[in-house]
């Protein structure tokens, strides 16, 4: 029986979405709208351009899955829209503002660095293909785990203590009474 490989890897185009801004301090607005799965190489391709909105091939990044996430990709799965989530980064350079650092199918890890605060995180649909990937993989390498009930210890607890309290106390009337200083 041929065992499945703990990591598998795909190249996804991303396409970004330029649109005009609707304030005043946001002159235009980034939006991540489809991914490409197995697209070649791609730096800011423009695509498509209706009026003043432009779609950009602005990346093309390795989605890797992992054996160990298995569990966060069977999450994804079962949500009402399966998605990719890709990272980006404002960068503020000119004609490229924001650089695509990472795509990911965890939902886990796109919460983790959506709550750092320095990136961007978007939440991208996946294609039907993408899905049947994802799920094939998540199948091959997920693990029920059991739910073990924790059980209390056979310690005795109706027992009497009779602790002598703080050592510093010479009075056994009152051993938690806190400590007076010692006047000499």
Request: overall charge negative.
């Amino acid at each position: 029986m041929a065992r499945a490989a703990n990591q598998i890897e795909m190249p996804v185009g991303v396409v970004v979405r330029k649109t005009p801004g609707v304030t005043r301090w946001a002159r235009w607005n980034w939006r991540a709208v489809a991914v490409l799965p197995g697209a070649g190489p791609a730096d800011w391709h423009e695509m498509r351009r209706e009026g003043e909105a432009v779609e950009y091939h602005a990346a093309t990044l390795p989605l890797a899955l992992w054996a160990d996430e298995a569990e966060a990709y069977m999450v994804n799965l079962s949500d009402g829209q399966p998605s990719v989530y890709l990272v980006l980064r404002d960068e503020l350079n000119g004609d490229q503002p924001l650089n695509a650092l990472l795509i990911t199918a965890s939902p886990f890890e796109g919460q983790d660095y959506a709550d750092t605060g320095e990136e961007i995180v978007e939440k991208i649909p996946m294609t039907e293909g993408l899905i049947a990937w994802v799920r094939d993989f998540a199948l091959a390498h997920h693990k029920e785990e059991v739910f073990v009930k924790r059980r209390r210890d056979k310690k005795r607890i109706d027992q009497v203590e009779d602790g002598r309290g703080d050592a510093r106390i010479r009075q056994t009337s009152d051993v938690y009474r806190a400590p007076r200083r010692v006047v000499q």
